[in-house]
């Protein structure tokens, strides 16, 4: 496959960072958009010519987890973090040296062996660069509203981020319904984003956010706290658990160092509940194109998240910029 852009997901820097363990030496990239250049003979999802853009976890379609609705779960996906094949073989190579893809991908490369499960057949009109962002953190922060959490209309929803995953959770809420979709991020650029994508509310601090739902939901709390942070941290999974009310849920999307450390009676009394989420609980063979069919109508947006867009000499460059806050999300443009 010929990749033609790849996004910079905060996913990459965690493993860079240690914060998730992954066999090195690695090609990152995990979002990915680019054309079928060959297909192998058993091949039968796509061909030759295809726009495909990429599923950072596969989707065999006849596991356990696929056949009963949880494409997120797929068992093809067991090697994630050592970017090898289901056959034992790796298909990067350097100096007689294996290396792995992450995710079994390697989008920072422009050409990638892929197995069939991780790749999806697109429309021909839809922008490399775009498309890319479907691969992962679109479907992550959309599915963590929309599915893992279960918004409904005229629910209270707050959501600790609004990166490129926090800023899709925003989207997703909106569209479902969400009567308040108040947004706790410190970077100003993000608050101001987080409006154009459908926040009612955003504020710097989780004290300023939690008082402000106290007082709009009359003491009733929040009916969701969606967590899509950079780094997941102790600190944010309490305010996360404060600030839900009765029946409440938690979803946890963000990945980092934090844990749970609560009396059980604050879980019980008020039947609060806290769950993980991956991929949004989406299933990406049919949640992808369904979110291009919203993008083309208008009711979910795309092109306002690519910030920035980078060569690949220039990926460090676009880590930087994201840590600072400076991005939604950056995306490496390796042939137009």
């Not at 069939?116 to 679109?138: M, T, W």
């Not at 009711?299 to 060569?311: G, Q």
């Amino acid at each position: 496959m010929k990749f033609y852009a790849a996004g910079l997901c905060h996913s990459d820097d965690h493993i860079q960072k240690g914060d998730a363990r992954m066999r090195f030496p690695v090609v990152g990239g995990h979002e990915g958009a680019g054309v079928v250049e060959a297909v192998g003979a058993d091949v039968t999802r796509v061909e030759v010519g295809d726009h495909v853009v990429c599923s950072f976890i596969p989707a065999c379609g006849k596991c356990r987890y696929c056949s009963t609705g949880h494409q997120n779960l797929c068992d093809e996906g067991k090697n994630a973090s050592t970017g090898e094949f289901a056959d034992g073989t790796f298909r990067f190579h350097r100096d007689g040296e294996d290396y792995g893809g992450l995710c079994v991908l390697g989008t920072f490369s422009q050409y990638a062996v892929l197995s069939e499960y991780s790749v999806i057949k697109i429309p021909d009109d839809i922008p490399f660069d775009v498309a890319a962002l479907v691969s992962c953190g679109v479907p992550t922060g959309w599915g963590t509203a929309v599915y893992a959490a279960g918004v409904r209309p005229g629910e209270t929803v707050v959501v600790y981020g609004a990166g490129g995953v926090g800023s899709n959770a925003v989207q997703g809420a909106r569209y479902a319904g969400a009567k308040n979709v108040v947004v706790v991020d410190p970077v100003e650029f993000k608050r101001d984003m987080a409006k154009v994508f459908g926040a009612t509310h955003t504020f710097a601090d989780a004290k300023e956010a939690h008082d402000f739902v106290v007082e709009t939901t009359w003491g009733q709390l929040a009916d969701h706290a969606l967590i899509t942070v950079g780094i997941l941290s102790d600190e944010v999974i309490t305010n996360a658990v404060n600030v839900v009310g009765k029946s409440g849920k938690v979803t946890i999307t963000a990945v980092g160092p934090g844990q749970l450390d609560l009396p059980a009676g604050m879980l019980i009394g008020y039947q609060r509940r806290v769950q993980g989420a991956i991929f949004g609980a989406c299933n990406p063979l049919y949640d992808v194109p369904r979110l291009l069919g919203l993008y083309r109508s208008g009711d979910v947006k795309l092109d306002e998240l690519i910030t920035r867009r980078y060569k690949l000499e220039e990926v460090n460059q676009g880590y930087q910029d994201m840590l600072d806050g400076k991005n939604i999300r950056g995306v490496i443009v390796h042939e137009h």
